[in-house]
Every structure is written in C-alpha cells, then in structure tokens.
C-alpha cells in the first residue's frame, strides 16, 4: 500500500484518469495534486492570459481537491511554476515529488507517436526517465 501518493495534472483527459487511479488506490494515503504553469512557454503572452491560465489551474485543483475529500482521501494542491527558461515541467514535477517524498506519482500520458510527440515532446516520458520512485501512467481513451 502505498501512503504518499503524488499525482500531476493539466487540465486533460488523461490527467483526469490519473486522478481516477488515485482515487482508486488512494485509501489510507496521502494524495499531493500538483499542476505545474510552464512560465517560459507563458512569458510571450500579456499577463491577463497568463493570469487566466493560472485561475483554471486553480480551479482544475480545487476540482480535484473536492473529490479526493469527498472519497476520504487526505489531499493537498499546489500550483507550481517553472523557476526559469532552463527548468521544464518534469523538473517542476521531479522535485515537487522529491519534496513529498512521493512513495507512487501517478500522471497522465497522451501517448503521442511521431511527428506530433517530435513537436510536443513528453513530459512524462522525461518524468519516467528521470524518477527515483515508481510511476503509473494513464492514458486517454483513443477516441480522445
């Protein structure tokens, strides 16, 4: 069983079921939900985007909040940024793990495949490289 239990979300179908998984196998643990704004990928927008981007992380963590509590999960949220143009989401992620420390990090993966996964890139394929603790990746439904 696992007692701290990490899971990183981003507002997407495949995050939502890495919420579902923890909520699943989350009793008797403590769950963190962090999501992470990327603040160099959001620095070349105006601030009041980047200000609304912020509010839908929060409320897509008080979201997720609500329902850990309502299954009786202990659970905490956290907003995270990038520190810098260097630092990427899986850093972000790597030490707000590290941080917990996280015994299970359960994400989300859209399982993207060539040109579109070259272009994108994976935060979790990064995460899995780099992770000193086991991981569950979760995937959208194809039709998604």
Avoid: W
């Avoid at 009786?72 to 899986?90: K, M, P, Q, W, Y």
């Amino acid at each position: 069983m696992y007692r701290n239990i990490f899971v990183a979300l981003d507002g997407s179908d495949c995050a939502q079921r890495a919420l579902d998984e923890a909520l699943r196998i989350g009793a008797g643990a403590r769950v963190r939900v962090v999501l992470v704004l990327d603040t160099t990928a959001l620095s070349s927008f105006p601030v009041s985007y980047r200000a609304s981007m912020a509010e839908e992380g929060r409320r897509t963590l008080d979201s997720a909040r609500a329902r850990l509590t309502e299954a009786g999960i202990e659970c905490e949220t956290e907003l995270a940024e990038t520190r810098n143009v260097t630092d990427s989401v899986a850093q972000c992620l790597q030490r707000r793990a590290a941080d917990m420390p996280a015994d299970l990090v359960v994400m989300g993966t859209h399982g993207r495949t060539g040109l579109k996964r070259l272009a994108l890139g994976s935060v979790a394929e990064v995460f899995v490289r780099r992770s000193v603790c086991p991981v569950l990746l979760t995937r959208a439904s194809k039709d998604v």
